[in-house]
């Protein structure tokens, strides 16, 4: 500890001449004298027992040694300077900039109506909102937050944090039941019109349960539909069967415009995550945010 402490300083002082390209700049920046900063990255060349620099009349020079001190300590005083930051504008409204990337369907129905309750309770905090079922990179896409269905890589640069996890049925309207008649069992539902989620012509089977645990039935889908408000919708017109999650059909198995089929209660389908780079300070604009995805998911949990 006490090496770590000793060297604050001349770490400071190295970061700067680094980036500065001389001393004689360095010491402008952090407003002391030549010789003092030349003195801080002496000491702590010492205290390591390596050289950091090589000097000239001219320029200075990274060592292979002062190469990897560098990068760790650029990244370490950037960590301080987030946490002081986060620290100072914990005392203040969140405000600034959040960039959101939602599933569409899911996006639109469930996390959307929180969003625009924080926009209107915290006028400085700035959404950018992005509806797409296609998984953006956080990294390159410059996303802050994202929302995901379905199982997560194993990818140690992002922080996930669980929400829950999706629940689906087969359903059907009674129209369409009265018109085609009640598969009796799984094997029955090749005989019917069947309502298919898909993108880029990939179909993702139904677990569905058949007596003995879950099995996965590949559909032969009469409509291919990459939109889940469509896919509901189809499914209300009475144009066939369809393996629809909880929170879309809900409301209408509720007002009895669908009707389960095959199943007494949904199954478990699809794990629901929050997601954002890791290793970074979480400053309030966003935290405002996953406090509140996670207080609304316990919430429908609830309730469910």
Not at 136 to 156: C, T
Request: with cysteine.
């Amino acid at each position: 500890m006490n090496l770590i402490a000793g060297s604050l300083g001349g770490a400071l002082a190295f970061v700067e001449a680094v980036d500065a390209g001389s001393f004689t700049a360095a010491a402008a920046r952090l407003r002391l004298t030549k010789s003092a900063v030349g003195r801080k990255v002496l000491q702590l060349e010492q205290r390591l027992g390596v050289r950091l620099l090589n000097r000239t009349t001219r320029r200075l020079s990274l060592t292979a040694d002062g190469e990897i001190y560098y990068e760790a300590c650029r990244r370490a005083l950037a960590g301080l300077s987030e946490a002081q930051d986060v620290i100072a504008a914990g005392r203040q409204a969140p405000a600034g900039v959040v960039r959101l990337a939602l599933p569409l369907a899911f996006g639109r129905r469930w996390v959307a109506p929180v969003l625009f309750g924080l926009a209107k309770d915290h006028p400085a905090l700035r959404l950018e909102i992005g509806f797409d079922d296609h998984r953006a990179d956080l990294v390159d896409d410059g996303i802050d937050l994202a929302v995901r269905l379905g199982p997560l890589a194993d990818n140690a640069s992002l922080t996930a944090r669980r929400l829950g996890t999706q629940r689906s049925l087969l359903c059907a309207s009674p129209a369409y039941l009265a018109t085609a008649g009640t598969p009796a069992d799984i094997q029955g539902l090749a005989q019917h019109a069947l309502l298919v989620y898909a993108r880029r012509d990939f179909i993702n089977p139904w677990p569905l349960p058949d007596g003995n645990g879950t099995m996965l039935y590949q559909p032969q889908a009469r409509l291919m539909i990459g939109d889940g408000d469509a896919l509901l919708q189809a499914a209300v017109a009475g144009c066939g069967i369809a393996f629809l999650p909880d929170w879309l059909a809900g409301n209408n198995l509720r007002r009895g415009e669908l009707v389960p089929v095959l199943m007494s209660s949904a199954v478990d389908t699809a794990p629901i995550h929050l997601l954002w780079s890791a290793g970074r300070v979480v400053p309030p604009r966003m935290r405002v945010i996953i406090d509140a995805l996670v207080a609304h998911a316990a919430l429908l949990h609830e309730r469910s």
